[in-house]
């Protein structure tokens, strides 16, 4: 069956642009996270969403970020004014309600 | 906070060598405690988890028992294949909708 999938799975974008990241999660998942992932790093915790409701935004790291699920399936993570210190993987989670996390592949976000 | 520490690496074996990587960790309340792995390209991973003190989770030969008087899970395997080559990735969980937190991940690379 189909994984969590994600798009772009590459972006590169100049300081000061906007970018959204999109993911797919698993048909049927109400939890969704989404995490950074600095490189050399551990992913670190940004958001959650239950349905379409994002429950927890506590590690987004700026008002730059923005997350919604409107529906409550797709979500798509925003980054207004792109800074270098934004370039990282963006990953992206799913699960049942307390059952086992499936990640997808990431987008890699460079920010020249 | 919630934190977690991982051994550093990399962490260069032969095949067929013992394999230890510990991790310790701080959290209130009660955590789940979850090994995730990377291969090369590839996306994170579930390797193996467990729920309660004293219980060991267990795949693809690799263990760690929690231990909760200590607050260690340390990851091991009896004989690393050169295919293990890849980074481990120790995550307690938060929060009532289990977040994770991750190390800052431990590489391994098993030669021939």
């Known amino acids: 069956g189909a994984g969590v999938s994600q798009s772009p799975r590459y972006k590169v974008a100049k300081r000061g642009q906007d970018v959204a990241l999109r993911c797919d999660p698993i048909s049927g998942h109400v939890s969704l996270f989404w995490y950074q992932q600095a490189l050399g790093q551990g992913p670190e915790f940004l958001t959650y969403?239950?349905?379409?409701?994002?429950?927890?935004k506590s590690g987004l790291p700026s008002d730059r970020f923005f997350a919604e699920r409107p529906e409550g399936s797709v979500s798509t993570l925003k980054i207004q004014r792109t800074q270098q210190e934004d370039s990282a993987v963006y990953l992206c989670?799913?699960?049942?309600?307390?059952?086992?996390?499936?990640f997808g592949p990431g987008t890699r976000l460079t920010v020249l | 906070g919630d934190s977690v520490t991982q051994m550093e690496g990399p962490v260069t074996l032969s095949e067929e060598a013992f394999l230890t990587i510990n991790c310790t960790y701080t959290a209130t309340g009660y955590p789940s405690l979850f090994w995730y792995v990377q291969y090369p390209g590839e996306g994170l991973q579930l390797l193996l988890k467990?729920?309660?003190?004293?219980d060991k989770g267990s795949n693809k030969g690799f263990e760690a028992t929690y231990r909760k008087e200590t607050t260690s899970f340390h990851l091991e395997k009896g004989s690393v294949q050169v295919s293990d080559s890849a980074v481990y990735f120790c995550a307690p969980n938060s929060g009532g909708y289990n977040k994770l937190i991750f190390g800052a991940g431990t590489r391994l690379a098993v030669h021939p």
């Open positions: 969403f239950q349905n379409e409701a994002q429950l927890d």
């Open positions: 467990a729920t309660k003190a004293d």
């Open positions: 989670a799913s699960s049942l309600p307390g059952g086992e996390q499936f």
